[in-house]
C-alpha cells in the first residue's frame, strides 16, 4: 500500500511536470492561462481588457479573448508592440543609409 503511495505520487509530479513544459510551448493563451502565466487575477485581467490596457489577438470569428504569448512577454516587461516596431523601422532605414 505505501509502494502505491509513493509510486501514484511520482506519477502525478511527473504528470505535472509535463503539464508545465506542455505550457511553455504554447503560442497563444486564454484568459485562464493568461492568469496562471502572469500572477494577475481574471477579474484584473477582464478590467485591463475592458480599458483597453493589455495587448489582445484580434479575430472576429472568435468571441473568446485570446492573448499571443510573446505580446505579453513584451507588455510585462514595459515595451509595447509599437515601439519595437518603430525601433526595427527606424534600425532598417539607419541600415540603408550606411549602404548609400
Given at each position: 500500500?505505501?509502494?502505491e503511495t509513493?509510486l501514484?505520487?511520482k506519477v502525478l509530479?511527473?504528470l505535472?511536470?509535463?503539464k508545465n513544459?506542455?505550457f511553455?510551448?504554447?503560442?497563444v493563451l486564454?484568459?485562464?492561462?493568461?492568469a496562471q502565466y502572469?500572477g494577475?487575477?481574471?477579474?484584473k485581467?477582464?478590467?485591463?481588457?475592458?480599458?483597453?490596457?493589455?495587448?489582445?489577438?484580434?479575430?472576429a470569428?472568435?468571441?473568446q479573448?485570446?492573448f499571443?504569448?510573446?505580446?505579453?512577454?513584451?507588455?510585462?516587461?514595459g515595451?509595447?508592440?509599437?515601439e519595437?516596431?518603430?525601433?526595427?523601422e527606424?534600425?532598417?532605414?539607419?541600415?540603408?543609409n550606411?549602404?548609400k
Amino acid at each position: 500500500m505505501e509502494n502505491e503511495t509513493i509510486l501514484s505520487k511520482k506519477v502525478l509530479s511527473e504528470l505535472r511536470q509535463i503539464k508545465n513544459l506542455l505550457f511553455e510551448n504554447k503560442t497563444v493563451l486564454n484568459v485562464e492561462e493568461l492568469a496562471q502565466y502572469t500572477g494577475l487575477s481574471k477579474s484584473k485581467i477582464y478590467k485591463l481588457l475592458s480599458q483597453k490596457l493589455i495587448p489582445t489577438g484580434n479575430n472576429a470569428n472568435i468571441r473568446q479573448k485570446f492573448f499571443y504569448k510573446k505580446d505579453i512577454d513584451l507588455w510585462l516587461m514595459g515595451t509595447s508592440k509599437e515601439e519595437l516596431e518603430l525601433e526595427d523601422e527606424f534600425n532598417k532605414m539607419l541600415s540603408e543609409n550606411r549602404k548609400k
